[in-house]
């Protein structure tokens, strides 16, 4: 079993900055690639960002590209999500998941096997 638990989310206005942490504890020595997704009320959950945890290669989707990076923190088993040019259309509750699993993409959902609580982001205009 692996537990996350996410922080970092508030209230921004347009523009602004945030900076979200999931800090994984449990059987983490088996993670392929952690990640985050975002569901808005009445949408989907849809992907951020991911990142594999060997090899640091990090994955984004295009309404986010160049402006939020996602890290990691090795020795605090911890990724973080920096969120630079909040847009209103970013409001959403932010989610971070792991996987173990090397196959499927890293982009969906079901790939994942555990998850967060989740935390709120809101973007005022």
């Known amino acids: 079993q692996v537990q996350l638990v996410e922080s970092g989310g508030g209230l921004v206005q347009a523009g602004g900055s945030l900076r979200l942490s999931c800090a994984a504890s449990?059987?983490?020595?088996?993670?392929?690639?952690m990640g985050w997704f975002r569901q808005a009320p009445g949408k989907e959950r849809d992907f951020v960002a991911a990142l594999t945890w060997s090899a640091g290669s990090t994955y984004y989707a295009d309404s986010v590209k160049g402006r939020f990076t996602i890290s990691r923190d090795n020795a605090k088993n911890t990724v973080y999500l920096q969120m630079n040019s909040l847009k209103p259309e970013d409001t959403a509750v932010y989610y971070c998941?792991?996987?173990?699993?090397?196959?499927?993409?890293?982009?969906?959902?079901?790939?994942?096997?555990?998850w967060g609580q989740g935390t709120q982001v809101t973007v005022s205009s």
């Open positions: 449990g059987r983490t020595f088996s993670t392929y690639a």
């Open positions: 998941a792991t996987r173990n699993s090397r196959s499927g993409s890293s982009r969906t959902a079901v790939a994942y096997d555990y």
